[in-house]
C-alpha cells in the first residue's frame, strides 16, 4: 500500500489549507488514519487521527479547534482541514495507515506512511 500526501504550500499566518492523502488501492478502508508533522531536529508528532468509519477523532492540543480530520467511511483517503494556521504550525506533515480499526497517538501503531507534504506558515 502507498499513501500519497497532499495540499502543502505556503500560506500567511491566520490562513487555511486542507491536506489530502490516499492509497494506492481500497486496502485500508477499514483502517483508522493519521496525521503527523515533523521539524527538522524533533521528533513525528501526532496531530489527529480517525477510526476506520470516521466516526471517532481525536487531535493534539496544540491543533484542536483548529484542525479537522475527516474521512470518507469505505474510502482509504482522509482530510486534514487546518485553519488559523500559526507559524508554529510548520512543519512536514505526514499521513499514515494504522494497522487496526483505530488509530493512535503513537507512530508505532501505523504501518504505512506517506512521503510527507511540506506545509510552511509566514508570520
Known amino acids: 500500500v502507498q499513501l500519497q500526501a497532499y495540499g502543502g504550500g505556503l500560506v500567511q499566518a491566520g490562513g487555511s489549507l486542507r491536506l489530502s492523502c490516499a492509497a494506492s488501492?481500497?486496502?485500508?478502508?477499514?483502517?483508522?488514519m493519521g496525521w503527523f508533522r515533523q521539524v527538522p531536529g524533533k521528533e513525528r508528532e501526532f496531530v489527529a487521527g480517525i477510526n476506520w468509519s470516521g466516526g471517532s477523532m481525536d487531535y493534539a492540543d496544540s491543533v484542536k479547534d483548529r484542525f479537522t480530520i475527516s474521512r470518507n467511511r469505505g474510502e482509504s483517503a482522509a482530510y486534514l482541514q487546518m485553519n488559523s494556521l500559526k507559524p508554529d504550525d510548520t512543519a512536514v506533515y505526514y499521513c499514515?495507515?494504522?494497522?487496526?480499526?483505530?488509530?493512535?497517538?503513537?507512530?508505532?501503531?501505523?504501518?504505512?506512511w506517506g512521503q510527507g507534504t511540506l506545509v510552511t506558515v509566514s508570520s
Open positions: 499514515a495507515l494504522a494497522r487496526g480499526a483505530s488509530f493512535s497517538r503513537s507512530a508505532a501503531a501505523y504501518s504505512y
Open positions: 488501492r481500497r486496502t485500508g478502508s477499514n483502517n483508522g
